[in-house]
């Protein structure tokens, strides 16, 4: 009953009312000199400095889904939990490679979107078309999945119902607010709610790494609890170490959501927004401070165990929601003015990457399919009133995952995003060092590396969810005729097979003598500053001054 969770309710209801606040003061934050342009909506006038950014993109990429899902993972499977840390690892000297150059051409063309680049690199709008739509179906899910740490925070307060409209409704009130904010104050809502949601993280998650062990009997005891849950386990893949079956699924897992992540719309539109790439250099050697934090939250999973938790009912008869891990944890092992400071870090975590996606997704909509296809001509003010638009659009989408869809197929709907977005990688990352491959070859590899990848998810089964097909990207190397129980991830071999397409298909339309989109970049508008003077794009992709 909620009545029992009253202290909880009341510290989470304040905090989220504060943070809310925030987001439609910050429709004034630094001043904007014209809101009704992408430039200041989608990118916050492309002019935050070095802690703003490190803020925003940290609260970008570690979410609240992030808070419940990777201790759940850890507490189920053991260290196969942990991928998310390695992968974090990876991706920071990926992100100084690859989106520094991004930043620097984008900052000369005044591009917003990848699909931008992608457009003015190759000369060809369909294949900008792909990736934009690409990104906006990957971003979808992973907004969704926000949804999930809020009513996993919400259903442990015993605030929920029976009915469909009862047990959404706190979501969709907090929702509705998240599209208000957004809506007025674009992409400065998250960069100002990022300080308080990353703070609140900080806190509860380093209170709980040493209070957890002082009432569990100490980290020796929590592991032998944990151990012994793991042996007991009949499912092959459970353990504290990783063991032959789930090794190679560890690497490709780890490695293809690093590539993934600097691949996904809202960690490009977090970055662009950046003053200058000094910014970004120095935002890329602070952000795995965000790793360890990320490894000290995995071993929530582990506390959890030692602690007896048993997660809530899910919305299926007889099923469990696993989501509820952490907050359950919290519930039962601290004060309830903690614990309702804990849950306000889960939601509070959950708005700041939703609005950067939702601005992500309708940025893409707005420059590649409504001004490429429907609008040629629009002004910049009707490019940031559609924007508006589409962002409240794709939030509407999101929730409507939420309450028609099951919560567990809306987690494997963003590892299934994770495979999609990788298939932009040969015309986004590779595209940013060169200029060899050929429009049709890229188009030829996105078919081929989309073909793939959705044939062997739907190949993936899950006989303890009732599902056969889409459930879960570890795809089992048998049904490639291997004699083993491994897994591997099917987004790495779905980019590994796009790539080999793309150089196949480029030597054979290079050696045939077809036709390629023209460059509208140089070499140096890849290393240009923030005192460079900028320069247009033309509808036939030609470059143009900007005075």
């Given at each position: 009953m909620w009545r029992d969770h009253l202290t909880e309710i009341i510290v989470f209801a304040v905090l989220f009312v504060?943070?809310?606040?925030?987001?439609?003061?910050?429709?004034?934050?630094?001043?904007p000199t014209d809101m009704e342009h992408l430039d200041e909506w989608g990118l916050g006038g492309r002019n935050f400095g070095s802690w703003i950014t490190w803020?925003?993109?940290?609260?970008?990429?570690?979410?609240?889904?992030?808070?419940?899902?990777?201790?759940?993972?850890?507490?189920?499977?053991?260290?196969?939990?942990?991928?998310?840390?390695?992968?974090?690892?990876i991706i920071y000297p990926l992100f100084f490679l690859v989106l520094v150059r991004l930043w620097s051409?984008?900052?000369?063309?005044?591009?917003?979107?990848?699909?931008?680049?992608?457009?003015?690199?190759?000369?060809?709008?369909?294949?900008?078309?792909?990736?934009?739509?690409?990104?906006?179906?990957?971003?979808?899910?992973?907004?969704?999945?926000?949804?999930?740490?809020?009513?996993?925070?919400?259903?442990?307060?015993?605030?929920?119902?029976?009915?469909?409209?009862?047990?959404?409704?706190?979501?969709?009130?907090?929702?509705?607010?998240?599209a208000a904010y957004t809506y007025q104050s674009g992409l400065r809502a998250p960069a100002l709610i990022a300080f308080v949601k990353d703070t609140l993280i900080y806190i509860v998650i380093l209170v709980a790494v040493f209070w957890l062990p002082s009432q569990l009997g100490g980290w020796g005891a929590i592991f032998g609890a944990a151990q012994a849950k793991y042996e007991a386990s009949p499912a092959p893949g459970d353990g504290l170490l990783l063991n032959a079956n789930n090794q190679l699924q560890y690497i490709t897992l780890a490695f293809g959501s690093a590539l993934a992540l600097f691949l996904y719309p809202h960690s490009v539109t977090g970055v662009l927004a950046s003053r200058n790439r000094d910014v970004i250099k120095r935002n890329m050697s602070a952000l795995p401070a965000y790793s360890l934090l990320l490894g000290l939250l995995a071993m929530l999973g582990f506390a959890a165990i030692?602690?007896?938790?048993?997660?809530?009912?899910?919305?299926?008869?007889?099923?469990?929601?696993?989501?509820?891990?952490?907050?359950?944890?919290?519930?039962?092992?601290?004060?309830d003015w903690f614990a309702g400071v804990a849950f306000a870090a889960i939601g509070i975590g959950a708005l700041v990457p939703a609005a950067?996606?939702?601005?992500?997704?309708?940025?893409?909509?707005?420059?590649?399919?409504?001004?490429?296809?429907?609008?040629?001509?629009?002004?910049?003010?009707?490019?940031?009133?559609?924007?508006?638009?589409?962002?409240?659009?794709?939030?509407?989408?999101?929730?409507?995952?939420?309450?028609?869809?099951?919560?567990?197929?809306?987690?494997?709907?963003?590892?299934?995003?994770?495979?999609?977005i990788l298939q932009t990688l040969p015309s986004v990352a590779l595209g940013l060092f060169t200029r060899w491959f050929h429009k049709g070859a890229l188009i030829t590899g996105w078919v081929a590396g989309m073909g793939l990848g959705m044939w062997m998810l739907y190949q993936i089964a899950n006989p303890a969810t009732g599902r056969m097909h889409f459930a879960?990207?570890?795809?089992?190397?048998?049904?490639?005729?291997?004699?083993?129980?491994?897994?591997?991830?099917?987004?790495?071999?779905?980019?590994?097979?796009?790539?080999?397409?793309?150089?196949?298909?480029?030597?054979?339309?290079?050696?045939?003598?077809?036709t390629d989109g023209p460059d509208a970049t140089e070499h140096d508008d890849y290393f240009v500053?923030?005192?460079?003077?900028?320069?247009?794009?033309?509808?036939?992709?030609?470059p143009v001054a900007v005075a």
């Open positions: 504060g943070v809310s606040v925030l987001g439609f003061v910050a429709a004034k934050w630094r001043r803020f925003l993109v940290g609260g970008d990429l570690y979410t609240a889904y992030t808070f419940v899902a990777v201790p759940a993972l850890v507490f189920g499977a053991g260290a196969m939990g942990f991928f998310a840390v390695p992968y974090t690892v051409v984008s900052h000369r063309h005044g591009m917003v979107t990848p699909a931008d680049f992608v457009r003015a690199r190759f000369g060809s709008p369909t294949l900008a078309l792909l990736v934009a739509i690409t990104g906006i179906v990957a971003t979808m899910p992973y907004i969704a999945l926000q949804l999930v740490g809020i009513e996993a925070v919400l259903k442990t307060m015993g605030v929920t119902g029976e009915s469909t409209l009862a047990r959404h409704a706190p979501i969709i009130i907090a929702f509705a607010i998240l030692a602690a007896g938790v048993k997660p809530l009912p899910g919305a299926n008869p007889g099923s469990v929601d696993t989501n509820t891990i952490v907050p359950v944890l919290f519930d039962k092992q601290f004060p950067i996606m939702s601005i992500a997704a309708a940025n893409l909509f707005t420059r590649n399919i409504y001004k490429e296809y429907l609008n040629r001509e629009a002004s910049p003010a009707q490019e940031a009133k559609v924007s508006k638009v589409a962002s409240l659009v794709v939030k509407v989408g999101a929730l409507l995952c939420i309450v028609l869809l099951d919560p567990q197929f809306s987690i494997d709907l963003q590892l299934i995003g994770g495979v999609i879960g990207s570890a795809f089992p190397l048998e049904k490639f005729g291997f004699d083993t129980k491994a897994t591997i991830y099917v987004g790495f071999v779905a980019v590994l097979v796009n790539i080999i397409f793309a150089v196949l298909a480029t030597l054979v339309l290079r050696a045939g003598k077809v500053d923030e005192d460079s003077p900028r320069r247009g794009i033309d509808s036939e992709g030609e």
